[in-house]
């Protein structure tokens, strides 16, 4: 099965691959050119072409390439986007202004970015960018530019890239075939051709562009029907550009060699023809010079004058006649003779007289006048007579200035050498020819015979008029290559010059149509290798044509199976839902799902699994269609590590759907392959079933074709999946409902049972067991149930109470009441597990299970559960027979209710206990009370009896050693009178100590007020009141604002007295005494301290400060009976404050009390 | 002119006695005071019988009355002459060595005119004492039927 969206996304993925291949071989292209000319291995940059990569060209390369190659890699950001955009801009800014210098013949040198370049190639410098490369990378760029800068809503400007790519590609197609059949393209003009590396890189480059401009358009997203109805357009399209590519390449590459072949044609026959030329004149010269021996040789003179004196004389006359021989030998002369001056023939070589012709008659007379030589040029001596040649030569009589005596005729037959010399063609060349030619007259004259005329020489004449003809041209001066028709009027190629120093012109002929044969067979080859290509372009198209029709109707082919499957899939879905929404039952509708995916869906399997709750292994509930023995195969189970990565499994691990397309590549599938394939099953897909979050199972689709299953028949399977799932949650939900409604229910029961057992206070233990027991029966649905209490340590069970029912149907005579914890059967298992044990069948084996004797109720279900107080298993309870299973909430109703019932119990028993107790306690206080009393009574007696009993006899010591002392005046000695002095002191003080164990007795004792004081108030009075002490005294006092409080006025006062008093005390042996009263606010107290500069006291004595009769100080010191500060701690924390104090020896002390701010504070 | 008034006193201990008297001595009040050793003895004084039947009628200017006596004890006394039409208007002065609160209140409810804590220093023990005796038996003016001697 083929997805278009696949197909669509390997074919991006393929041009991706393309557009970054081709973009980084143009950029790797540019680099080896960079390199090449960095390190002077110019083939780098030229790859064999006569001129090589231009640097300013490379570096574009690079650019470009490496844009396209970075922009397809990784599609950029809107800042890339801008980099890129601006990089190109650039770019081509640059390649304009290249192109338009390049294209003036403006070349920079900056454009060799100092790497020193000279030399030039076809005539044109290197090393600088070529206007057509120029160009080309303006199209790049424009390309590369409108396909980038495309948007959804402008997809033509995709479309213009990529036609410019096209042209690009085009361009340098031409430009590679160029170099192909031989000649770079602009070679040998005036512009610069581009390297063959730039038209390799040119392709490369166009390949990148015209793949990134059509993943531009892909990525606009184009339908399959509107591809293909451009598609052939495109392909028309396409196919003509290559056409005209290749006939444009073949077209110029055939002129270019046409022109060479031509220039070359020209110089040879230029070659021929001055080489020629050259060898005439020498031939001519040679000729004169043979002339010039004899001409004014007085030798030759002397013999001939001789020999025409005397023409007996056989000595001068055979002298002269070998001479002559001897010549006419040598230099292949045809015949030299003799003349007299009268014409007449006098010797010959060789000896054959023959008639003298009548111009030389006419030659000699000439002659004889002018006494120079003469060239003969060719003529007959009569017309029947072969063409001769001649040279005239006079005979002088004397050296200077002699008449002439006779005539010597050097008679030259060209036949033998000057035509064959002449005709000769240093090449082959069927119509190659030279020709000489003279003027004769308003003729041209045919000096020489012709390849296609016979006696054309002297014979063949061509008036001047005719032109076009060659030879002409030649006589009437052209020199050079002429073009025109020769004497047959077939047009001819020929090269015209003049032989100097004679009358001749020399014509080196060709006839065109021989030039061009070498051509006209190029011509066709390439008419071939155009075809040919033109022929492949055309199967090419054809055949991309073809495979985007097949793959068109392909596509609609799969498209309708797809709507047909996908209705087919519709259809199943819409029933499935409809079971959905009619059927109640989950178990039913997995059935019907399944059912209906295999007859509507046309699936082959259709199965749906649920996870099992405790064991984690799937189960499968239903299932239709083909399963053999597939699904008793199947054992997936999550507990342990994967057996198998089927798509099952996989699914149920990972929560989404899983699809194996071929069943039989997949090698996951190894455990149940064989099976699924056997069974014709060939791809699968498994969706996971959810609820509310977490997988409970799957629901898994065969298929007997592989690839079955695509986007949108998963996507609505996975719908479909969706479906099932959410229906088993509302299943789910509903029985969660159902079993809510059904506890509430057993609640409410529970709750009422409950109820009615707190009422039951003051029945026993045996009526609540019972009533409970009941109660638990009708709670659990059971028809059994009976109840036991555990002992301490949870080794015996006491049975306590059967139910009614248990009562009735039991036929055992003698029940046993106790049962040890090790040894008793089932029931005693959930004592010995420590949690509720159900057995739901209870018929089954069971390894606790003990037979119950002879007579014992029927069992078929039994539930019991311990009930726990603390950690401590106080009774087990226990039902039987529910005709249901027992489940969860019954273990739950069972254990409140045992357990209300325990702190019923419990309670009962407490409640006895502490009425005992109360009695108890009530009893104890009473008696408590009163030996309270007694005892208060005693110690009011004791103070009182201290308070005047033990007063008087001190203040009787006191009055009468006061009388003594008195009396005694005059007559005592100092040291008695020290010693009255001593039991007045020590009466004193013990009047004292009275007089404060008395007060603080009273401050405890004493009953207490309770009314608003204002504390500045007390202290001010305490102050007056201390009036005495301070008489004298040099104190500074700081008193800060106090509160107002509530509490007793005279216990405070004292509290202040006793404070301000010491503070007093203490502070006399300093000179600035400085006492400071003041109050801090804390959350719930008001705390005061009196702080004075005085004696102070060490901290380590500070626990004892406020004890009774604790001093800190000696009496000769400071005097004082230590009941003060005891006083002060008895009044404050009778107030339910605190007291506390702070200080250090010599330095001071501070003194702290608290009162609690609120008034409950009270004792 | 001042007139002298007679003063009771009752209290058991013979040390106090001398101690009192010899206060009110200074003041020369000593004369006038009659000292009843306990409750008994004073009531039988106030109420001119047994011992004391032939004794001139009249009431003393003040009591000084101690709590703790033999027999009958002070507040018994007191609560006597509070409940006599003709004892009742005679001030009472409660002289003790009892600071109890208890035995102030008490004090107080049955009508005492004064209640004097007997200082332990004999300084100013006698300085009470004398205050006392000025006060009632020379500055007060005493209800009607008491005995007065002009001096």
Not at chain 1, 198 to 218: D, P, Y
Not at chain 1, 288 to 307: E, P
Not at chain 1, 328 to 342: G, N, P, V, W
Request: net charge neutral; glycine share 6%; charged share 25%.
């Amino acid at each position: 099965m083929t997805m278009p969206g696949a197909d669509k996304r390997k074919e991006g993925h393929f041009l991706n691959a393309i557009a970054q291949a081709s973009g980084a071989l143009a950029a790797v292209t540019g680099l080896v050119a960079i390199f090449g000319w960095l390190t002077g291995n110019l083939l780098l940059a030229s790859f064999g072409s006569p001129v090589p990569m231009a640097l300013s060209t490379a570096l574009l390369f690079i650019l470009y390439g490496s844009a396209v190659f970075l922009r397809v890699r990784k599609p950029p950001g809107r800042i890339m986007y801008r980099i890129w955009m601006s990089i190109v801009s650039i770019g081509t800014f640059i390649a304009i202004l290249l192109f338009f210098l390049s294209y003036l013949g403006i070349y920079l040198s900056i454009e060799h970015l100092g790497i020193p370049i000279s030399g030039t190639a076809g005539g044109v410098p290197i090393g600088h960018i070529s206007p057509l490369t120029a160009f080309c990378f303006i199209l790049a760029g424009f390309s590369f530019l409108a396909a980038l800068s495309s948007t959804p809503d402008s997809p033509g400007r995709a479309v213009a890239g990529f036609w410019l790519a096209c042209l690009i590609m085009l361009t340098s197609f031409v430009l590679f075939l160029a170099y192909l059949l031989g000649t770079p393209l602009l070679y040998g003009g005036h512009f610069i051709p581009p390297a063959l590396s730039t038209s390799l890189a040119f392709v490369a480059l166009g390949i990148a562009l015209l793949a990134f401009a059509i993943l531009q358009i892909r990525s606009k997203s184009v339908t399959v029907e509107a591809v293909d109805k451009r598609a052939i357009k495109v392909l028309i399209l396409v196919f003509l550009i290559l056409a005209v590519g290749i006939i444009s390449a073949g077209y110029f590459y055939y002129h270019s060699y046409e022109k060479k072949f031509r220039a070359e044609v020209e110089r040879q026959l230029s070659a021929i023809a001055e080489m020629k030329v050259d060898e005439l004149v020498d031939w001519r010269k040679e000729r004169l010079g043979d002339a010039a021996v004899f001409y004014k040789n007085d030798n030759f003179s002397v013999r001939v004058r001789q020999y025409f004196k005397t023409p007996e004389n056989a000595e001068a006359k055979t002298k002269l006649r070998t001479w002559i021989k001897q010549f006419q030998s040598a230099f292949e002369y045809d015949r030299i003779f003799l003349l007299d001056t009268r014409g007449v023939e006098r010797m010959s070589v060789p000896d054959k007289p023959e008639p003298i012709a009548p111009h030389l008659l006419e030659h000699l007379s000439e002659i004889m006048r002018s006494r120079q030589v003469t060239f003969l040029d060719f003529h007959r001596d009569r017309p029947d007579q072969p063409i001769h040649l001649a040279i005239l030569v006079p005979v002088l009589d004397g050296q200077e200035g002699g008449r002439v005596i006779g005539l010597l005729v050097f008679r030259i037959d060209p036949q033998k050498y000057l035509y064959p010399f002449i005709n000769r063609w240093p090449m082959s060349g069927k119509t190659a020819e030279t020709l000489i030619v003279r003027r004769d007259g308003n003729d041209a004259l045919f000096l020489n015979e012709q390849k296609f005329q016979k006696n054309a020489a002297l014979n063949l004449r061509i008036p001047l008029e005719k032109t076009e003809i060659p030879a002409v041209q030649a006589v009437l001066g052209h020199q050079g290559i002429v073009e025109g028709k020769d004497y047959r009027g077939s047009p001819v190629i020929a090269s015209v010059r003049a032989v100097p120093d004679s009358p001749w012109f020399l014509v080196a002929r060709m006839d065109i149509s021989e030039v061009y044969t070498p051509l006209r067979e190029r011509l066709w080859e390439i008419v071939i290798l155009i075809g040919a290509l033109l022929v492949c372009a055309g199967a090419g198209t054809g055949f991309v044509w073809r495979h985007q029709r097949a793959r068109y109707y392909r596509e609609k082919y799969e498209a309708a199976e797809r709507i047909q499957k996908l209705n087919r899939t519709l259809a199943m879905l819409s029933d499935i839902n409809q079971a959905i929404v009619r059927i109640r039952e989950s178990q039913e509708l997995f059935e019907q799902a399944c059912r209906i995916a295999v007859e509507k869906g046309n699936f082959s399997l259709a199965w749906i699994g649920l996870l099992d709750d405790s064991t984690k292994e799937l189960r499968v509930v239903a299932s239709a269609g083909k399963s053999g023995v597939y699904l008793e195969k199947i054992n997936i189970s999550l507990m342990d590590d994967p057996k198998c990565y089927c798509p099952v499994d996989s699914a149920l691990r990972k929560g989404e759907h899983v699809i194996c397309n071929v069943i039989g590549q997949d090698e996951d599938l190894a455990p149940c392959q064989k099976i699924a394939l056997d069974l014709g099953l060939h791809s699968s897909v498994s969706f996971p079933l959810k609820v509310s979050g977490s997988i409970r199972g799957t629901v898994n689709f065969y298929t007997d074709e592989p690839y079955f299953f695509d986007e949108e028949e998963i996507k609505m399977l996975d719908e479909l999946a969706m479906d099932i799932s959410f229906a088993m949650e509302f299943f789910e939900k509903e029985t969660e409902r159902k079993r809510m409604e059904e506890e509430l229910k057993h609640n409410e029961s529970r709750m009422i049972a409950l109820l009615e057992l707190n009422r039951m206070k003051n029945s026993t233990i045996q009526d609540i067991t019972s009533f409970t027991l009941e109660e638990a029966i009708r709670l659990t649905e059971s028809k059994i149930g009976y109840l036991a209490f555990l002992n301490e340590d949870e080794t015996v069970m006491t049975m306590y109470a059967w139910s009614k029912t248990a009562m009735e149907e039991c036929r055992i005579s003698d029940k046993p009441i106790i049962y040890p914890v090790e040894t008793t059967g089932l029931w005693g298992e959930a004592v010995r597990q420590r949690r509720p044990i159900t057995t739901n069948d209870y018929r089954a084996p069971n390894p606790w299970k003990k037979s119950y004797p002879e007579g014992h109720v029927h069992i078929t279900r039994h539930m019991n559960i311990p009930v726990f107080d603390g950690e401590r298993i106080v009774l087990v309870a226990g039902v039987g027979n529910k005709p249901t299973d027992y489940n969860e909430s019954d273990v739950n109703q069972l254990t409140l209710l045992m357990e209300g019932m325990w702190r019923i119990i419990q309670r009962q028993q407490a409640e006895t206990k502490i009425k005992q107790l109360n009695a108890e306690l009530e009893q104890r206080v009473i008696e408590r009370t009163a030996q309270l009393e007694a005892a208060n009574k005693e110690l009011e007696t004791f103070s009182y009896s201290v308070s005047h009993d033990l007063r008087a006899p001190i203040r009787h010591i006191a009055g009468f050693v006061e009388l003594l002392t008195v009396n005694t005046a005059r007559s005592l000695d100092e040291k008695s009178g020290r010693y009255l002095n001593i039991i007045a002191d020590s009466t004193k003080h013990m009047g004292h100590l009275i007089d404060d164990i008395l007060s603080f007795s009273r401050m405890g004792r004493a009953e207490m007020q309770q009314t608003l004081i204002k504390s500045d108030q007390l202290v001010k009075e305490a102050m007056n009141q201390l009036q005495p002490e301070m008489g004298g005294r040099n104190v500074a006092w700081d008193i800060r604002p106090l509160p107002e409080i509530y509490g007793d006025p005279s216990m405070l006062k004292l509290v202040w007295v006793n404070l301000i008093s010491n503070a007093l005390k203490y502070s006399r042996t300093q000179p600035h005494a400085k006492i400071e009263i003041g109050y801090n606010d804390d959350k719930d107290d008001h705390i005061f301290y009196i702080r004075d500069n005085g004696a102070g006291f060490d901290m380590m004595y500070v626990h004892k400060l406020f004890n009774i009769f604790q001093r800190l100080h000696r009496a000769e010191e400071f005097e004082g009976t230590g009941v003060g500060l005891a006083n002060v701690r008895r009044i404050v924390q009778r107030h339910g404050g605190r007291t506390w104090a702070e200080g250090k020896v010599n330095e001071g002390a501070t003194f702290y009390f608290s009162l609690p701010k609120a008034k409950k504070r009270l004792e | 002119m001042l007139t002298l008034k007679s003063i009771l006193l009752v209290e058991d201990d013979p040390k106090d006695i001398e101690l009192t008297l010899g206060s009110l001595e200074e003041y020369n009040l000593a004369n006038e005071v009659f000292v009843a050793r306990d409750g008994a003895e004073a009531l039988d004084y106030l109420y001119r019988r047994g011992q004391f039947a032939d004794y001139p009628s009249g009431n003393p200017a003040v009591i000084l009355l101690d709590l703790k006596l033999p027999k009958i004890d002070g507040f018994e006394v007191l609560k006597t002459i509070r409940s006599d039409e003709r004892l009742k208007f005679i001030p009472v002065a409660i002289l003790t060595s009892s600071r109890e609160h208890n035995d102030l209140i008490q004090g107080y409810k049955l009508g005492v005119n004064a209640y004097i804590v007997k200082p332990v220093d004999f300084h100013q023990f006698t300085d009470a004492i004398k205050k006392l005796g000025i006060f009632w038996a020379v500055l007060n003016e005493p209800p009607p039927g008491c005995v007065k001697k002009t001096t």
